[in-house]
């Protein structure tokens, strides 16, 4: 039985950083997938940093939410980290609102 995903919630524009415990010898190959797809370093990156795995999205955007894989992948296997991300968008603040002639 697999464990529901981790839930973390940002606001837009800020940035995403996110470390989860991870132990690899030799070090892992991380790939990241969202929604099931491949993406790109451009679009978020992962790096394991001593016994962490560090993921980053320099800015958030709307389009960042999703449901994130990463896969670390050496000699002697596989493991995922599966999480998901929910982007808050801040309410505008109200214009003055148009006095109509009535």
Known sequence: SSSPPLQFSFRADEMIRLKFPFNSQPPADLQILKNEAYISKMEADAT???ENVMFKIDCAKPENAGEYTIIADNDYGKAEIRFTIDIEIPPE????PEIMDV
Do not use: A, K
């Not at 603040?93 to 003055?96: A, E």
């Open 48 to 50: 394991i940093r001593e």
């Open 93 to 96: 603040s109200p214009g003055v």
